[in-house]
T-cell receptor, first 117, second 110 residues
């Protein structure tokens, strides 16, 4: 099991550019979460999907952010246009009822460190 | 709105000490609570998951307890080691969301 795979690991972009972050959840997991982590605000939930359907996007900071999950094995988080205040580490996590029942909870990817200059 | 608080924000102990990290949450209607470890510049590693019907979970030197009615959880680390130095985060799941505390930064001095 390769775990939750995120790409890229690091992204440096200029203000105003479009940024796309990618996530491949663990096979068989039906829940997927996007988080943002900053020193000031800690880990914030941006959006989560169940069975590829967005359930709650109330954490998405503004219309510049959008997320999609076209199939069970892939999700994207897009920022357009990017701003310096979007600089953070973005994490993707996945889970399933069976995993939680077995006590393994939620599995996080290694994150994408985004720097907008 | 669920709020999760972790106390203390930072803790420094000498090697070998037993220690307790605290987590409190405002809404007791949770499905489960999970403790994570995060090393600097790294992702989150799951330590223990406690279902809402459980009172505690143990893994090696770690023991996590849950008191849903009072909105509290503790993570007990026995015989701490320098390798335990990291930030420890608790997260509660309710309404489909996993909500995190700000974490406790633990430093274990040799």
């Amino acid at each position: 099991d390769a775990g939750v795979i995120q790409s890229p690991r690091h992204e440096v972009t200029e203000m105003g550019q479009e940024v796309t972050l990618r996530c491949k959840p663990i096979s068989g997991h039906n829940s997927l979460f996007w988080y943002r982590q900053t020193m000031m605000r800690g880990l914030e939930l941006l959006i989560y999907f169940n069975n590829n359907v967005p359930i709650d996007d109330s954490g998405m900071p503004e219309d510049r952010f959008s997320a999609k999950m076209p199939n069970a094995s892939f999700s994207t988080l897009k920022i357009q246009p990017s701003e310096p205040r979007d600089s953070a580490v973005y994490f993707c996590a996945s889970s399933s009822p069976g995993q939680r029942a077995r006590g393994y909870g939620y599995t996080f990817g290694s994150g994408t460190r985004l720097t907008v200059v | 709105k669920q709020e999760v608080t972790q106390i203390p924000a930072a803790l420094s102990v000498p090697e070998g000490e037993n220690l307790v990290l605290n987590c409190s949450f405002t809404d007791s209607a949770i499905y489960n609570l999970q403790w994570f470890r995060q090393d600097p510049g790294k992702g989150l590693t799951s330590l223990l998951l406690i279902q809402s019907s459980q009172r505690e979970q143990t893994s090696g030197r770690l023991n996590a307890s849950l008191d849903k009615s009072s909105g509290r959880s503790t993570l007990y680390i026995a015989a701490s080691q320098p390798g335990d130095s990291a930030t420890y985060l608790c997260a509660v799941r309710g309404g489909g969301k996993l909500i995190f505390g700000q974490g406790t930064e633990l430093s274990v001095k040799p």
